[in-house]
């Protein structure tokens, strides 16, 4: 089983930064892939970055060159800097892994089995 538990939420003015963080634990083969989604009230849970085990990382194109996602396997931790916020990057943001090892399929949500509880951010102008 997998444990995710993400942090660094808050409410922050259009322009500011933010750095969610996904604390993880469990099988480390349940984890092969991990990414960030988003949920906004009213609309579809999205696919925001995504990670796998070789470093690939792939972003949604609304918050690429603004978003970046790393990870450190010594700590079992996941990042999100987020750069440049405005409000239409608020939302609830969860934490999620796949046993798979995946590259075009990382921001599907299908393809992830864990999840974290989610930390909201708020953006405003």
């Given at each position: 089983?997998?444990?995710?538990?993400?942090?660094?939420?808050?409410s922050?003015?259009?322009?500011g930064?933010?750095r969610?963080?996904?604390?993880?634990?469990?099988?480390?083969?349940?984890?092969?892939?991990?990414?960030?989604f988003?949920?906004?009230?009213?609309?579809?849970?999205?696919?925001?970055?995504?990670?796998?085990?070789?470093?690939?990382?792939?972003?949604?194109?609304?918050?690429?060159?603004?978003?970046?996602?790393?990870?450190?396997?010594?700590?079992?931790?996941?990042?999100?800097?987020?750069?440049?916020?405005?409000?239409?990057?608020?939302?609830?943001?969860?934490?999620?892994?796949?046993?798979?090892?995946?590259?075009?399929?990382?921001?599907?949500?299908?393809?992830?089995?864990?999840?974290?509880?989610?930390?909201?951010?708020?953006?405003?102008s």
């Amino acid at each position: 089983q997998v444990q995710l538990v993400e942090s660094g939420g808050g409410s922050v003015q259009a322009g500011g930064s933010l750095r969610l963080s996904c604390a993880a634990s469990g099988y480390a083969s349940s984890r092969n892939s991990m990414g960030w989604f988003r949920q906004a009230p009213g609309k579809k849970r999205e696919g925001v970055a995504g990670i796998n085990s070789d470093g690939e990382v792939r972003y949604q194109d609304s918050v690429k060159g603004r978003f970046t996602i790393s990870q450190d396997s010594a700590k079992n931790t996941l990042y999100l800097q987020m750069n440049s916020l405005i409000p239409e990057d608020t939302a609830m943001y969860y934490c999620a892994a796949s046993s798979y090892r995946l590259w075009l399929e990382l921001l599907l949500e299908y393809n992830y089995h864990f999840w974290g509880q989610g930390t909201q951010v708020t953006v405003s102008s």
